[in-house]
């Protein structure tokens, strides 16, 4: 082993060091809001127990040119302990659960099976564990679940509204739907991608990415073990607490700009740059306030590794307009521990206007937490 | 009239005993008939202890006819010529070493009258034996045969003034002796001049190097030029009635041209071993000097993409060759992935490469090998100029710094026949790449730094008796806390650590045994450390104690045979922490960011024990035939598997040197090899956490035809055809829940074309053109498709040439054009490239056919310039390489933004001038 992984290392290491010294190119950045595109998924719990009821809520900005636009977005589950816990494998076997679809709601209930827990193959010390990988995603064209589009108002055609928008129809209804649905796939040699919706335009030609977005979400299942969201206590730009527009579930919301037209006391107030964000322009510095209790100790590591390790945590950051320096930071180390400087810098745009900022906190135990910011850019010459 | 010089210039000889076939006549061409470093018994001056050798005695004189049609012309001059001479006294074979201008009729003259000599045997203890002579000729056209030619340039030797005549104004021939590098004049060379009647006037050099002969008859002279420390050099001048000639000859000191290694030679056991020489290694451009990277510009091996310092030979993965110094395996061979060997060149015997059917000493693997050689240390005495002086038991020492590290080596004798060397090196990076981490938002703990060392006591006493103990190894560490995680995977983020270290002690014993039997003994024992980690996913932490031990003895059957039976085992107890995700696996399903996999563990301690026995016969049956067939058997306890690898290696002179005429250089030598190569699986592809147990020995069958071709004393040309057939190898494939496990249902089959012309070094100039055409398939099951190898590459193309200006100054530049490496993309259009993992943020691709698009084409030039003096007792030079020259934005591989729905080429380094300074004494 020690030949090829040292192969590895020493390649990641000189990327590293490359990386470092070399220049690549410019490349659409993932902080820059420009499409529809889904800043987070929070579940009401990041470890859920068996039998557990769990909410996924998600947070998504459509910022494309075109917007305001019908877009829906949508949730289906059907998958539970995939093999390897590879996401990919859902879309590879028959469903583990009858499947569950919302459409046009930016959330889903879901219920964990009280089966789920399984044994580490690797830690027989380690505490049992069940995954359950649930699928979402937003489309601005027409939903189509296993062949059937979808209607806005009536649910899926040609199955009597089984699946109607706004959640699951009658349970009877649902089995029997499905039951027609698997055996067409069954039939098909189809499984689980079936059930992953797709998005077309009027003339049934499948959207990209910047009018579709389909992501998935891991919700980790432990008996004992629990898991606190980050938490983001509020904004600083350049060193002064800012008003925040929205925290968590409240962004869920749809997005509602404050009609600003000037700097307000409170509300993040740039200078425009000539530059549009480039180099050159000044940096202005933001961060969301988080508190060094958000980085728990990892319990699972300490008990299946002995590991005395703490959470990974980092902060990716969004803007409509203008440009941030770093996209994703790390704000703690599960080795090293907490990172101060985990803010980045703004650069602002070259037209006076409003402009929106988030900031999404993660840790590598599937908490979340997310926070949003109005601003606005005002004429340099004022 | 002609005069045999035998006792005067004989260079030397050599036995062709029965124990020493390979210094027999299959020889390679050009070789200089002088003793050879484990070929040959010693000479009649050998070391105490060893046999008492007679050489043979000339008995009967034959006299060669001078050639009618040279008599015009007045030619004179030495045809040295090496013999065979029987176990009866008979020469038996008669080449031509050297002729000078003389030609093809003086040189059948020479052989003509050479297989007429009749010797008194040469003895060994007693015994009469066949052995190897340098002798020659001196031709002087007789008398009778001088024509007088009115002509002023008539190149007839000058005519006795008739007595009464006055006396013919004489002419004067001066000039200087200068070493090659830097035009430095030699002092005390001996000039020995010799006109047309043979009589010969003798000068040295002064302080200047200048030589002068005032007072010579106009006429033709033969100019022999002898230096100790020096190749001889003879010339031929002219010198006109009243005119001074003026003359400038430039030596290159034997110590500038020491066979590091050479590339191309038949080698002994293998179909092929690449080799290069000292100055070779050190001039390549683009290479810094680096001697293992200068690998990359042979046939057969791959470039590897950007700075990774892998070592693609003939279509095999990086991992499936490895590296020996001296027969024991080192872990890595480039600091940090590519930057500089962990051995510098200046420590370097040899570097023997086998790009594949390579002999049953070398198992374990199905690519290729590298062995390099720690070479003995210096204390032989130089003069001031820097050549030698005949002397030993003197110090050297030698310092070299450039941009990425800097480095001493001391060495000289210690008592009796004992010498020891010392050197050691460190590494700059962390000077510049520190702020350049930093800047890039990371706080870096450790910044990179590399150091390694070496150190060894010898006791030389010839080929057939030495002892060495060497201690040396390697340190590279790296610690750095990323704080801009990547947007495509925030898992790569946080702490980075990265260190590996080994040290080795190393014992070498060569002994020959008796006149039958010869053994080659190593033992090593060291340690072996690698510690990587990346945030709290992935931590790697091992522990070793690697015990290696390989002795061979040979046993000289028959005059024509010779069996080697030798064990090559592998011990090592380790200790190994794993925590990491699952391996991703070829067509497996991309598993998400790295930030959201819940990682593997183990932990686990043992021993790993491969135990290796072979055996092969060198057996000659024809003169020009040469058949190596041999077999090995390998075990390994970790995976309970016994491998048996059979192999016959095939080498037939199809036309010899000289065999249409005394001055024909050209040989033609056909080669062939076939074999089983059998390499166990990786730990990890047994291991019950992260592989699958149960695995069997990946195997492969090479299959190698060539030809080398010598198409002029400098010149030779090497066309070579091989095919790999891969079986039983270790692939992966769906099991019944739908993952993937190991399984030994891979295939794969490598075939290609490899061809060198190369110019071998001479006083000016080297370079070669190296073209391989290759094709690597693998399958991942009988029935699967057939995709391309990760590393395949079709076309590799490397020019490269260094040419010696004079005055201290050379110049060389290399020229690479390579098929783009391959990339797996991502789906395209109107399929969703990428699908977004709400728990890390970030976006996991959807990937296309493994390794189906081929990146644009690489192509680069580098050029090197050196300018070397020589001071007083010390001696300096000064580089400028510089790789990429002309800039060329090489495409390495695809990148994408963040959801994969826009790509760009990575692009790799762009120019980079790199400058060193080293001094020696």
């Known amino acids: 082993m020690r030949r090829r992984l040292l192969l590895g290392s020493s390649l990641l290491v000189a990327s590293a060091l490359a990386g470092a010294a070399a220049c690549g190119p410019t490349l659409e950045s993932i902080a820059q809001l420009s499409h529809i595109r889904i800043i987070g998924v929070r579940k009401s719990a990041p470890y859920a127990r068996p039998g557990e009821s769990v909410r996924l809520h998600m947070l998504w900005e459509d910022v494309s040119d075109a917007s305001p636009r019908d877009a829906q977005p949508f949730f289906a589950f059907w998958c539970v302990n995939p093999p390897g816990g590879l996401f990919a494998e859902c879309l590879a076997q028959v469903p583990t659960v009858p499947p569950a679809f919302s459409v046009g709601e930016n959330f889903i209930d879901i219920t964990v099976p009280d089966d789920v827990l399984r044994p580490s193959p690797s830690a027989p010390q380690a505490p049992a564990t069940g995954s359950l990988y649930v699928f979402y995603g937003v489309c601005a064209g027409t939903l189509e679940v296993a062949g059937y589009p979808i209607d806005p108002d009536q649910g899926l055609s040609g199955l009597g509204g089984a699946f109607g928008a706004g959640g699951i129809g009658g349970a009877a209804a649902v089995d029997d739907a499905i039951s027609e649905i698997l055996g067409e796939l069954a039939e098909n040699g189809q499984v689980g991608e079936a059930f992953l919706p797709r998005c077309v335009d009027d003339e049934g030609e499948p959207l990209g990415s910047d009018d579709f977005v389909v992501g998935y979400s891991t919700v980790l299942v432990f008996d004992e073990l629990r898991n606190e969201h980050p938490t983001i206590l509020g904004f600083e730009v350049d060193g002064e607490t800012v008003f925040v527009d929205c925290v968590d579930e409240s962004c869920e919301e749809p997005f509602d700009v404050p009609e600003l037209e000037d700097c307000v006391p409170g509300v993040a107030c740039f200078d425009a740059c000539d530059l549009d964000g480039g180099e050159g322009c000044p940096e202005v510095a933001l961060r969301p306030l988080i508190p060094e209790s958000v980085a728990e100790r990892d319990e699972y590591a300490e008990l299946a590794f002995g590991e005395d390790l703490g959470e990974a945590v980092w902060v990716s950051y969004f803007t409509d307009r203008g440009r941030v320096t770093g996209d994703v930071r790390l704000v703690n180390d599960a080795v090293t521990g907490w990172n101060a400087g985990y803010g980045t810098a703004f650069l602002a745009p070259s037209t006076p206007g409003p402009v929106r900022i988030w900031a999404a906190v993660r840790d590598n135990r599937g908490g979340v937490s997310y926070a949003r910011i109005p601003g606005f850019v005002r004429s340099s010459e004022e | ?921």
Request: with cysteine.
């Open chain 2, 1 to 921: 009239m002609t005069r045999s010089i035998a006792g005067g210039i004989a260079l030397s000889f050599a036995l062709i005993s029965s124990f020493t076939l390979s210094a027999g006549a299959e020889d390679a061409p050009g070789a200089a008939p002088q003793t050879r470093s484990g070929d040959t018994a010693p000479s009649s001056g050998a070391a105490q202890g060893g046999p008492r050798v007679v050489p043979p005695k000339l008995a009967v004189y034959a006299e060669p006819l001078y050639p009618i049609e040279a008599a015009y012309s007045g030619a004179n001059g030495v045809v040295q010529l090496e013999l065979t001479v029987s176990e009866a006294g008979a020469v038996t074979e008669a080449k031509v070493a050297r002729a000078g201008d003389l030609g093809a009729p003086f040189e059948q003259a020479a052989v003509e009258a050479a297989l007429a000599l009749q010797f008194e045997p040469a003895t060994v203890d007693g015994t009469p034996r066949s052995v190897r002579i340098g002798f020659a000729f001196e031709f002087v056209p007789p008398e009778s045969l001088r024509v007088v030619d009115a002509a002023p340039a008539a190149l007839e030797p000058a005519a006795p003034e008739p007595e009464g005549q006055p006396a013919t104004t004489p002419g004067q021939l001066s000039g200087r002796i200068l070493l090659v590098d830097g035009d430095v004049p030699i002092p005390g060379v001996l000039l020995r001049i010799t006109d047309g009647s043979g009589a010969v006037r003798a000068v040295s050099t002064d302080e200047q190097g200048r030589f002068a002969l005032p007072e010579l008859p106009a006429g033709p002279y033969l100019v022999q030029v002898r230096a100790e420390g020096f190749p001889p050099l003879d010339f031929r001048e002219d010198v006109a009635a009243g005119e001074a000639t003026e003359v400038t000859y430039r030596l290159a000191a034997i110590t500038d041209e020491i066979e590091v290694v050479v590339e191309g030679e038949r080698p002994p056991r293998e179909v092929t071993r690449r080799r290069l020489e000292r100055r070779e290694i050190s001039r390549i451009p683009g290479t810094s000097g680096d001697a293992l990277r200068s690998l990359q510009s042979l046939p057969g091996v791959a470039r590897p993409p950007g700075l990774a310092g892998l070592l693609i030979v003939r279509g095999s993965a990086p991992a499936d060759s490895e590296t020996f110094i001296d027969g024991t395996d080192v872990p890595l061979i480039y600091h940090f992935g590519g930057l500089s060997s962990v051995v510098p060149t200046d420590m370097l015997e040899r570097i023997d490469f086998y790009p594949g059917n390579f002999s049953v000493r070398y198992g374990r693997l199905q690519g290729g090998v590298v062995d390099v050689g720690l070479r003995a240390p210096r204390t032989e005495c130089l003069d001031d100029k820097g050549a030698l002086t005949g002397k030993d038991n003197c110090f050297h020492g030698m310092g070299q710094i450039d941009f990425i590290d800097t480095r001493i080596m001391l060495e000289g004798p210690i008592a009796g026949d004992w010498k020891f060397v010392v050197a050691g090196r460190r590494s700059w990076i962390d000077m510049f790449l520190r702020p350049a981490l930093e800047a890039s938002g990371s706080t870096v703990t450790n910044a990179p730094v590399y150091y390694d060392y070496q150190a060894a006591v010898e006791r030389d006493r010839g080929p057939d008796d030495r002892l060495s103990f060497r201690f040396y190894g390697s340190d590279d560490r790296f610690e750095t806390i990323i704080t801009n995680p990547a947007a495509s995977d925030p898992g790569f983020g946080g702490n980075l650590r990265f260190g590996t270290a080994f040290t080795r002690f190393q014992g070498l014993y060569q002994k020959r045994l008796s006149k039958e039997v010869n053994l080659d003994a190593m033992l090593s024992v060291g340690t072996q450390t690698l510690d990587f980690g990346l945030g709290g996913n992935i931590k790697f932490v091992l522990d070793s104690l690697p015990i290696n031990m390989r002795s061979e003895f040979g046993f000289q059957l028959h005059r024509t045979a010779k069996l080697n039976v030798g064990l090559d085992f592998q011990a090592a107890p380790f200790n190994l922490y794993v925590r990491a995700p699952p391996p991703g696996r070829t067509g497996e399903a991309a598993p998400g960011p790295l930030a959201t996999q819940v990682p593997l563990e183990q932990q686990t301690s043992g021993t790993t024990f491969r135990p290796g026995w072979y055996a092969d016969l060198e057996w000659q049956p024809f003169r020009r035939l040469r058949l190596v067939p041999g077999v090995r058997v390998d075990g390994a306890l970790d995976t309970s598997g016994v491998d048996v690898s059979p192999r016959i290696n095939v080498r037939y002179t199809l036309v010899e040197r000289g065999q249409l005429g005394p001055s024909d250089v050209h040989e033609t030598v056909l080669k062939a090899g076939f074999g089983k190569f059998s390499q166990p699986p990786a730990f990890q592809e047994t291991d019950e956490v992260f592989g699958t147990p149960g695995l069997a020995s990946n195997d492969s069958y090479h299959y190698s035809l060539g030809v080398e071709q010598r198409l002029s004393q400098q010149v030779r040309l090497t066309v070579e055809g091989f095919f790999k057939d891969f079986q039983n190898s270790v692939s992966r494939g769906p099991s019944a829940d739908g993952t993937f496990t190991y399984n030994n249902e891979g295939r794969g089959r490598v075939v290609g074309l490899e061809t060198l012309l190369k110019y071998d070094p001479d006083d000016r100039f080297f370079g070669w053109v190296a073209y391989t055409l290759s094709e690597s398939i693998r399958q991942n099951c009988a029935t699967c498709p057939a995709y391309l190898f990760q590393f395949d590459q079709t076309h590799n193309l490397v020019v490269l040439g260094s040419y010696r200006l004079g005055r201290g100054w050379e110049i060389g530049a290399r020229f690479r054009i390579v098929s783009g490496p391959l990339a797996t993309p991502v789906a395209q259009p109107p399929a969703l490239a990428a699908i977004f993992s709400g728990d890390a943020g970030s976006y996991v691709p959807v990937e296309g056919a493994p390794y189906s698009v081929r990146l644009p084409v690489f192509h680069q030039a580098d050029v090197r310039i050196d300018k070397h003096w020589v001071f007083k007792n010390f001696r300096l030079t000064t580089y400028l390489d510089v790789q990429n020259v002309y800039n060329n934005m090489a495409v390495e591989d695809f990148v994408y933004n963040f959801d994969f729905s826009q790509s760009a080429y990575q692009t790799g380094l762009p120019i980079v001038p790199s400058i060193g300074t080293r001094g020696e004494f």
